[in-house]
Structure formats: C-alpha cells, structure tokens
C-alpha cells in the first residue's frame, strides 16, 4: 500500500480525473485518498522550509569549522615560521616548544617539529652514587 502512496497523490493533485475515479482505479475508498492528500499538503510546506533552514544551518556549521580550520593553520604556519632551514639538535627542538602557548598544544608543537611528546616531558635523572660503586 506505502508504494501506491506516490503515485496516488500525484495522481490527485494532477486534477485531470476525479478523487472517486482514482479510488476505483486503485481499489481504495475516496476518503482515504482524499485523508493522504490533506495529510501531505498540510506537511508540505513544514517540510520544504525545514529542509531549506537545515541547509542553510549545515552551511552555517560548515563555515564555522573551516574558519576554525584555517584559524589553527595560521597559528600553525607562525609557529613554523620560527624554524630555519638548517637542522636542530634534540636539545634546540625541546628549547622550542612553548609549553604555555595560547592556541597550540605541546602535542601539536612536538608532531611539528618532528620530535615525541615523552622526548620533551623526558628530564635525566642522575645515577645515585651507589650505581657507581657497583660498576
């Protein structure tokens, strides 16, 4: 029945036969066609303004996070902006890392520079002197 659905109101709304000549061409009773067509002509305009207000949100959302996207790019691109082309010893990339910045994290500084998250949380610890007793 749910497929006879479509073609029924298409067939009503047209207006070139008549509710009762399209009951009996499919077998249905004229009040009920006439119940689906009242029930799509009061959704229709619910559902076009909606899908039209759902795209325009989605475009809205869309805008925000590539502007939030190519927000954290530029901030990105400064701080890359710092490294010059010559090669820096483990010691001068951990000296590079700003671990209080305001919008890139240590994680995102370390992937940009190439070095592991433990490399820079790392501090050496000093053998206790009985380490060296025993060598």
Do not use: D
């Amino acid at each position: 029945m749910a497929l006879l659905r479509p073609e029924l109101y298409w067939k009503s709304c047209e207006g070139e036969k008549t509710l009762a000549e399209i009951a009996a061409e499919f077998g249905i009773h004229p009040n009920q066609i006439f119940t689906w067509k009242k029930h799509v002509m009061e959704a229709l305009p619910e559902l076009l303004s909606s899908k039209v207000k759902t795209s325009a949100k989605e475009q809205e959302e869309l805008q925000n996070e590539l502007y939030q996207q190519i927000g954290e790019l530029k901030v990105q691109n400064e701080f890359l902006k710092k490294l010059v082309e010559a090669p820096f010893t483990l010691q001068e990339k951990r000296n590079m890392i700003q671990g209080q910045h305001p919008s890139l994290s240590v994680q995102c500084q370390c992937r940009l520079l190439g070095l592991s998250v433990s490399t820079y949380y790392y501090r050496p610890v000093n053998p206790a002197p009985s380490t060296y007793q025993l060598m």
